[in-house]
């Protein structure tokens, strides 16, 4: 029998800390490396590059699954929309640990559309009883006609390879659309900015004001293997600034010492991150806004 090469796009999807970057970074078992300095949006944007001697898939980020709101939401949603009609797969990650809450309904509704098979990875098994994890199987099973349901522990690495596995099984026949060695086409600002983006996010939880932009402005080497990273944060009111602050900036703190860790870890050199907090009224309404942070090309 040939041999044939596999390979296809899958979109990672689920709210924010059911732990798709921990995924990711298992997936690759390896820091992600920079490759290229190419301009481009965050809107779909390449998350790794898994190859083998088999397969090679391109997960990809789909930022727009998420609650539409205002102009933004509109862009944002339509690239959603696009970027599930290129792909082979969606992998759609949980919290096992935790209870389903509209942020998964609604990722759940938005898959409804599509005609790609949808994987349910119920993931952080290591907080979860075998009870558990059968009773979330059916739960979900109910609500959607999943290709497969893949228990996982993404901070463990239990089952990981599982998801490698089930994927290539549905991959068509394809090329080696990248070098073997590449592993991400994110450019390290573009980087930076996800990070700090995503520990707001986690840092504010349910607070997180909508209308929140993350802009590197300045991102420069200070000597050897020592980086200066200047962040604005911006929002659209003074209210929203004091809480991405917090009470004596301990929110801001916090935030800039977990984005500082993962950056360190992510570019392999000491980092430091200066964050400001701005307010820019109504920035989502003006095109001319948008275009300026990236979300029109
Ligand atoms: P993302 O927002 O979906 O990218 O989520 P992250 O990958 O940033 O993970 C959010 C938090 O969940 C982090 O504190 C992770 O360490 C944690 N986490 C991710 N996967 C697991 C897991 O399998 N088990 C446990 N216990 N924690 C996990
Ligand atoms: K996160
Ligand atoms: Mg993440």
Request: aromatic content about 8%.
């Amino acid at each position: 029998m040939e041999d044939t090469f596999k390979s296809g796009f899958v979109a990672v999807v689920g709210r924010p800390n059911v732990g798709k970057s921990t995924l990711i970074n298992h997936i690759i078992k390896q820091k992600v490396s920079i490759v290229s300095d190419k301009a481009q949006t965050t809107r779909n944007r390449i998350l790794c590059i898994h190859t083998d001697e088999e397969c090679q898939i391109v997960f990809l980020d789909t930022p727009g699954i998420h609650k539409p709101h205002h102009k933004l939401g509109e862009f944002m949603d339509e690239a959603a929309y696009q970027s599930l009609q290129d792909i082979d797969a969606v992998l759609f990650l949980i919290s096992g640990n935790e209870k389903k809450g509209p942020g998964d309904l609604f990722v759940l509704d938005k898959l409804k559309g599509t005609k790609v098979p949808v994987f349910l990875v119920i993931n952080k098994t290591d907080l979860m009883s075998r009870e558990e994890i059968l009773h979330k199987i059916t739960e979900y099973n109910a609500l959607f006609d999943f290709a497969q349901i893949i228990p996982i522990s993404a901070l463990t690495g239990d089952n990981v390879d599982a998801v490698v596995d089930e994927l290539k099984k549905i991959l068509p026949e394809g090329p080696k659309y990248f070098p073997d060695d590449m592993i991400t086409d994110q450019p390290e600002r573009l980087l930076a900015a996800e990070i700090v983006r995503e520990k707001l996010f986690q840092c504010l939880r349910d607070e997180v004001p909508h209308s929140i932009a993350v802009y590197v402005e300045e991102m420069k080497n200070r000597g050897h293997n020592k980086v200066y990273i200047r962040v604005t944060v911006y929002v659209e009111r003074d209210s929203q600034k004091r809480i991405v602050i917090g009470k004596n900036g301990t929110i801001l703190k916090e935030v800039g010492r977990l984005a500082r860790q993962e950056i360190e870890h992510v570019l392999g050199s000491s980092v430091f991150l200066d964050i400001w907090v701005k307010v820019k009224k109504d920035w989502r309404n003006k095109p001319s806004a948008l275009s300026e942070f990236g979300y029109k090309n």
